[in-house]
């Protein structure tokens, strides 16, 4: 099945399709590099980060240390590689950004205006920019958000992720640059840590309970979030990347809902596999972030446009994240 998939895929795609990661160090970026160089080949997708990549990252196919913010590097790379397609991960997540709000928002709007003069001047042909359900905040509804609504956020995060959603669609339709965008959950995965969000607590609290059978949770038991696992978030990443252009109705970004838990949801999940295992509770400043945030969210305009799909339900989640968890730590 996983073989008729991917081969279906190479199919389709451009075979003359060279792809830019920017970001590849990070939770996912280390794992979507990798997606990609199985379905374009290792040599046809360049991996750039501000930081070393992980060694698999590095050791399959070629990387090179880039700073987004440097525009002329950017511009080198790309002209020098023939760059089609852009997938731009860096960024400073919520949780983080609180604490340097300035230089965050220097970072996530700077390195998308640079990506996106760049796709302008050089006609690449595609674009990947993440947006997140940060977009929203504390006046939106918060259960089965739609797809359009009211967006007032008030975190650092959340406003330049709602700025570049508009940046995104104003390039699309002013210069037809070909921009597509998700706004992902919290992302739910084993082999690279989270990097610094408010649902970070949902990877951290596997490796506690494998570990010390114990964790104290950084949100109250009663925060709601939407969530998604890794595997389902690339395959969304990529099939909207691979849609028919003029299936997407929308260029703003779409919504993808995933599983929506608490805490205290999750723990009980886990408590299954690992029954001593005890959860306590001592929120901090992130409560604040995830009260802003929707619980869950109505992702129908992503089903129809382009076939948003899941194999993933928090059971089967749980059930791989603690096994994979398990075999790593082991190694
Ligand atoms: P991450 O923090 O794990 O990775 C981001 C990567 O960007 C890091 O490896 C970092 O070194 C790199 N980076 C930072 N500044 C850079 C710069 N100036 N130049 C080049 N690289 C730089 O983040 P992630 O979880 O992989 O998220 C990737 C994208 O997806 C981000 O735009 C994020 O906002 C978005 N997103 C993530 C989640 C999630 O739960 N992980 C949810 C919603 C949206
Ligand atoms: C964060 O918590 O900042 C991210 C996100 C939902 O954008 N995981």
Known sequence: MVFLSTFARNF?????????????????????????????????????????????VAG????????????????LILEHEKVTQIYHL?????????????????????????????????????????SSIAVFGPTTP????????????????????????????????????????????????????????????????????IQHKKYDCFLGPESALPMMFMPDAIKATIDVMEADSAKLSLRSSYNVAGISFTPAVLASEIKKHIPEFEITYTPDFRQAIANSWPARIDDSVAKKDWGLNYQYDLSKMTTVMLNEISNKLRS
């Open 12 to 56: 389709n795609s451009n075979w003359m399709d060279k792809i830019l990661v920017i970001g590849c160090s990070g939770q996912i970026g280390s794992e979507l590099t990798l997606e990609l160089r199985k379905i374009y080949g290792d040599s046809k997708v360049i991996a750039t980060d501000i930081r070393p990549a992980p060694p698999d």
């Open 60 to 75: 399959s196919g070629p990387f090179e240390i880039l700073d987004v913010l440097d525009a002329s590097k950017l511009q």
């Open 90 to 130: 860096a960024a400073i997540l919520s949780g983080n950004a609180e604490k340097r709000p300035l230089p965050s928002w220097d970072i996530n709007m700077r390195s998308l205006m640079n990506v996106l003069e760049l796709a302008r001047e050089l006609k690449i042909r595609k674009i990947f920019w993440p």
């Open 142 to 209: 918060r259960f089965d958000t739609p797809q359009f609504t009211i967006m007032e956020p008030n975190t650092v995060y959340g406003i330049s992720k709602l700025a570049g959603e508009r940046w995104i669609e104003y390039y699309f339709n002013k210069y037809g640059v070909d921009t597509r965008s998700l706004r992902y959950p919290g992302l739910i995965s084993y082999k690279t840590e989270a990097g610094g969000g408010t649902t970070d607590y949902a990877v951290e609290i596997f490796y506690e309970a």
